[in-house]
């Protein structure tokens, strides 16, 4: 199921890592460097104005793929035949955080690179601090996705079991009346065992 932006599972990952990055970008620069001054060292002249907003676009993207991926294992326990499976543990796990770290690293290059500053700065504690923090955030995100994929599935199917109609109550059996035998004589003859009959 392709349809919109949010079809595949790859473009729902990339949005719930966006926010993700930049959640983690905001708390590694709180950790490191609680004052202004101190991140503005930290950061070694990189401007930080762009993280309130792409935080924010971060997070309703986020918010539109958790929607979605809801809906796709409501839809994978509902709709028979959409031959959609659940991803497994490294697509789950493992591709967003390592992508997610992957992704700090070059935002934090990418920053310095534009604002003209050493990269001297990258050697210190920012980097490790920032690519655990960042593979934390980034399987926190995709164990999210896997839930709310299966909590959509978990309801789909409880939508499916209540549709389903219920056995109607079991009412006593009424035997049709008792009739009698078309062949009497035959069925005597066979249930009774005797001496063979001389003619």
Known sequence: MKDGPMGTRVARILAVAVA???????????????GPLQRSVLAGGASHAYLPFALAMGLMLALVAGARTFRLGFRRATVPGTGQRRPG?????????VAQAAAFIALEV?????????????????LPVGVALQLVVG????????????????????VVARRRPTAPALEPHRWPPATPTPWPRLRSALLIRGPPAQT
């Not at 543990?89 to 955080?97: D, H, M, Q, R």
């Not at 990418?110 to 920012?126: K, Q, Y």
């Not at 926190?140 to 789909?156: I, K, N």
């Open 20 to 34: 993700g990055l930049f959640a983690g970008h905001v708390i590694v620069y709180r950790i490191l460097a609680p």
């Open 89 to 97: 543990f490294p697509g789950s796990l493992i591709l967003p955080a």
């Open 110 to 126: 990418l920053e310095r690179v534009l604002a003209g500053a050493p990269m001297g700065t990258l050697l210190g504690p920012l």
């Open 139 to 158: 399987a926190t995100g995709g164990l999210l996705l896997a839930g709310l994929d299966r909590a959509g599935e978990v309801t789909g199917r409880a």
